[in-house]
């Protein structure tokens, strides 16, 4: 995993939510499909390993590990 950089994730997620406004359907969005997008953009903004699906992939597995109950 590359070196975690706070500034540069909370500037990617901004603009990753701000593209919503440009999409044509996002309001018939189900929370499911929010859910998922917002879970993909977390991932891509701690590291570029976890873009496309195979990174997404990747990132839920993460999340399984990182996740304490």
């Known amino acids: ?14 603009n ?7 999409q044509s359907c996002y309001e018939s969005y189900t929370e499911v ?3 998922n997008d917002m879970l993909y953009g977390l991932g891509v ?3 570029d390993e976890y873009r496309f699906a195979q990174g997404y992939e990747q990132f839920k ?3 399984k590990e990182w996740y304490v109950v």
């Open 45 to 47: 903004s701690v590291g």
């Open 61 to 63: 597995e993460k999340l």
């Open 16 to 22: 990753y939510v701000n593209t919503y406004r440009n």
């Open 1 to 14: 995993m590359s070196e975690f950089n706070i500034e540069k994730a909370l500037e990617f997620m901004e």
């Open 33 to 35: 499909t929010w859910i």
